[in-house]
């Protein structure tokens, strides 16, 4: 979206017409102009720090997975700058309050612009940007939006678990040219963070830290063009959401920082994330229960954990996930590369997922599914487990990390993971020769070319039994 320059229009009621160039448009958001009053729609009760998300009632048109959010071009005059509401744009001067006035202004307008001018730094507190609002609205950084600056400067009576919320929206962008940066660096050095505390250790007690970019209970959303960097934990999440697509998104942290997930989804569907690079200290993305419809295409991938489906099952809970695609894109330097991790005793299912034309750059773990995930030592065998099946692996190839097998597919004793598919996987050590063979435990598929290293320990067929197997609700 090309950057917003001219005077500024303020619309209050009908909207007045200054010289402003135009903004780029969704042509199915748009509608005739009317004049319009400043009400956004009926107040809600913002969501908790910890609202799980909630599939139930979807939109009664589900969209369909998006991929061109621009099929036409409409024109903007209503474009509300926040520095004619207050800011001041100084990196240390509190502009929350310019924030919330000009999105109060653009939720009431169809087509509405809040724009974060190029050449400041603007630093708001924890705040929900709530709807419904009228269509088309757009949220616009072309220059840096920031956080306080650590835990010590966080307001005490703000959530520590998240810092921008957009919440009950249906139709909106958030784009721009500019940087929204997380502040992350104090976050991060907590003593109740990994290896933070005393000698290198993880001191007990509370550790919050908030997600930068929270999406809750919205649909039909586009975010491009950003960049997206050092978040205290995770940078965007998608939580209860439907009909969303990222494209040309940078997001980055240094590759020791903890938790900073690049993009997270959970009960999520609809997704498309398209030609963008994410590297981090976890996860560049991770799908959660609830995802359907997700597919990814052009990313760029590391240093960072990998692509991850999980982890599922936690607490004997239910999860299902199916339908996801990642192709064409690239994992680099990681500790892993295409993940799905369960825990034990879960339920549920995994079903319908399609890995194609990855290049793998010097990374641990190429392939793995691990249904014995635990986060220590004390987590017993149980004969329950989320079922994995229909995995597809196509064009696999590059080099790995030597220090572990390439392939590791750690099914549970009791639940197999079964239809598992390999086509030319071709996977050589970045250094040095191979020190294990690819690991198979209770894993059924096919191989229909010969796959390097030879992996012997995958079973053709189906299982003669299987364990206990939920998949209620998938």
């Not at 999860?319 to 991790?341: F, P, Y």
């Amino acid at each position: 979206m090309e950057i917003i320059r001219g005077f500024f229009a303020i619309c209050i009621g009908v909207s007045l017409l200054y010289n402003s160039s135009n903004v780029e448009g969704r042509n199915h958001y748009h509608k005739p102009k009317t004049k319009s009053s400043k009400n956004i729609g009926s107040p809600v009760s913002p969501p908790p720090d910890d609202a799980p998300s909630s599939p139930s009632n979807p939109p009664s048109n589900p969209p369909s997975i998006p991929s061109d959010p621009y099929p036409g071009s409409n024109s903007s005059d209503c474009i509300f700058n926040v520095m004619d509401y207050g800011a001041i744009g100084d990196g240390s001067t509190d502009d929350t309050d310019a924030f919330r006035k000009a999105w109060k202004e653009a939720c009431g307008v169809e087509s509405g612009v809040i724009l974060a001018p190029s050449g400041y730094s603007f630093t708001i507190t924890s705040t929900i940007f709530t709807g419904p609002c009228k269509p088309g609205l757009v949220f616009q950084v072309d220059g840096c939006l920031m956080p306080p600056d650590g835990p010590d400067s966080w307001p005490e009576k703000d959530s520590t678990k998240q810092w921008l919320v957009f919440y009950r929206l249906d139709g909106m962008t958030l784009t721009g040219e500019g940087t929204i940066e997380g502040n992350g660096e104090k976050w991060w050095d907590l003593p109740c963070k990994p290896h933070r505390g005393p000698n290198g250790s993880t001191s007990k007690g509370p550790c919050d830290s908030p997600a930068l970019i929270r999406f809750f209970m919205s649909s039909n959303l586009a975010v491009s063009g950003l960049r997206i960097q050092n978040s205290p934990q995770i940078h965007m999440k998608f939580d209860g959401c439907e009909g969303v697509l990222i494209e040309k998104l940078s997001i980055s942290s240094p590759k020791l920082s903890p938790n900073t997930d690049g993009i997270h989804l959970e009960n999520t569907k609809a997704v498309g994330i398209y030609d963008s690079s994410i590297s981090n200290g976890d996860d560049c993305i991770s799908i959660g229960t609830g995802c359907a419809n997700v597919n990814i295409d052009g990313l760029t991938c590391g240093p960072s954990h990998g692509i991850s489906i999980g982890s599922l099952g936690v607490h004997n809970s239910q999860a299902c996930v199916r339908n996801i695609t990642v192709r064409n894109s690239v994992i680099r330097e990681s500790d892993n590369g295409l993940r799905i991790k369960t825990w034990q005793g879960g339920a549920g299912c995994v079903s319908d997922i399609n890995f194609e034309n990855i290049q793998m750059e010097n990374v641990r773990n190429c392939m793995i599914i691990d249904q014995y995930y635990c986060l220590s030592k004390a987590c017993l065998n149980e004969t329950s487990a989320v079922y994995v099946t229909g995995v597809t692996y196509r064009n696999i190839k590059g080099t790995y990390d030597v220090r572990n097998p390439p392939i590791h597919f750690a099914c549970s004793d009791t639940v197999a993971c079964t239809d598992i598919l390999l086509s030319e996987v071709e996977l050589l050590p970045e250094e040095g020769e191979l020190m294990d063979d690819p690991f198979c435990w209770n894993a059924y598929g096919n191989q229909e070319t010969v796959t390097i290293p030879p992996i012997n320990c995958l079973r053709e067929g189906q299982p003669e039994s299987q364990g206990e197997v939920s998949s209620v609700g998938c």
